[in-house]
């Protein structure tokens, strides 16, 4: 039976977002039936519902960290159990035979995965709606476990930028005494952080903000730069085996790369066009550095962050709000005014 669910959706560019009604599919064989109990609120969220990329379907649901309880399982569904503190990502589906998903790379998958809101079903070539609703239905295989103990509404945001960042500390390789740099204190650079310090890395940041230096201190890092000093720039010269870049906008990374060591990579995750200033190759050939981008992650790699994170007991530092705020959330998640993830409780969709 179709269940009729309620949501938050927009319905053009330019118009904010209000209550709405929309449909949930019957649950298939393999799928798991989620009653949201939290939401986080991610850049992409805002980004589509204004079109900023150009390929926005209306009405739109946004949402894809999204943290509930299992209330139903499709007939072969055996994965979970009814009552069980789920999660779902980005993703919501892939073509499961590529060579990308055969490696648990979903997220590149060659056939395009398919993501949890502005997507569209492979099966009844519907759109997909996110997690700014009361429930939702998804494919088993897309489903993530939360680890006992793990406070829900600080899980949330592991479901994107917890994982955004996890994946290159992991493709990278970060382990004890690794020298690690994060690029920005927002929503990705808090968990960059936390994550690096537990895995035993010595951490950096890279802020411009002077008022940042407590904060990332408690965060995790052991040192702070400011990148518009240039003796602050210099005394790191050569020292990073990995840099995080989670600048969302486009920006000068030339300054960075002499603090690279050699075969030191930066790699972008916030990022996402054209370099401006454009990127002088020469200290990349001259030290073997390289830049880098990287997306989310696949459902393994991400299965492997949340049971990192229940061991050590990390979550994100949120600000929780209803959903009738949400308007207001994105104009301050504009002004980067969030410490460091708005996630909306999703039982203020019933008031
Ligand atoms: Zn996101
Ligand atoms: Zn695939």
């Known amino acids: 039976m179709v269940m009729d669910v309620r949501s938050y959706a927009a319905s053009s560019a330019v118009t904010p977002l209000a209550p709405f009604r929309i449909d949930r599919r019957e649950p298939r064989a393999d799928d798991v039936v989620i009653e949201i109990l939290y939401c986080g609120v991610c850049h992409s969220d805002l980004h589509t519902a204004r079109n900023d990329w150009g390929n926005t379907t209306y009405p739109l649901v946004p949402g894809h960290e999204i943290v509930g309880r299992v209330i139903g399982l499709g007939a072969e569904a055996t994965r979970f159990k009814l009552g069980d503190a789920v999660g779902v990502g980005c993703l919501v589906d892939s073509c499961r035979h590529c060579d990308c998903c055969d490696k648990g790379l979903e997220q590149y998958c060659l056939n395009q995965a398919t993501y949890t809101y502005n997507g569209v079903d492979r099966h009844d070539g519907r759109p997909t709606q996110g997690g700014y609703a009361e429930k939702i239905v998804v494919s088993q295989d897309f489903v993530l476990r939360i680890p006992d103990g793990l406070d829900l509404k600080g899980a949330a945001p592991l479901l994107c930028a917890g994982i955004t960042t996890w994946s290159p500390l992991r493709r990278w390789k970060v382990g004890a005494g690794s020298r690690v740099a994060a690029i920005g204190l927002g929503g990705l ?145 504009l002004e980067s005014d969030v410490k460091y993830r708005f996630v909306i409780d999703m039982a203020s969709l019933k008031a």
């Not at 230096?213 to 000093?229: F, N, Y």
């Not at 870049?245 to 000068?252: E, K, L, S």
């Not at 959903?323 to 301050?332: D, P, V």
Request: proline share 5%.
């Open 189 to 333: 650079g808090h968990m960059a952080l936390k994550l690096a310090k537990a895995l035993g890395a010595e951490v950096t940041l890279f802020t411009r903000s002077p008022g940042k230096e407590q904060d990332a201190r408690r965060l995790g890092a052991d040192r702070v730069v400011l990148s518009t000093d240039a003796a602050q720039m210099a005394a790191v010269a050569g020292r990073f085996a990995l840099i995080i870049d989670t600048v969302p906008y486009v920006h000068d990374l030339n300054p960075y790369v002499p603090t690279l060591a050699v075969d030191g990579t930066l790699v972008l995750v916030g990022y996402l066009g054209p370099l401006d200033p454009m990127l002088d190759s020469a200290p990349l050939v001259m030290e073997r550095k390289a830049v880098a981008g990287s997306l989310i992650g696949g459902l393994a790699e991400t299965q492997e962050l949340l049971d990192f994170c229940g061991q050590h007991g990390i979550t994100s530092d949120v600000e929780v709000i209803r959903i009738q705020e949400i308007n207001e959330a994105y104009e301050r998640m």
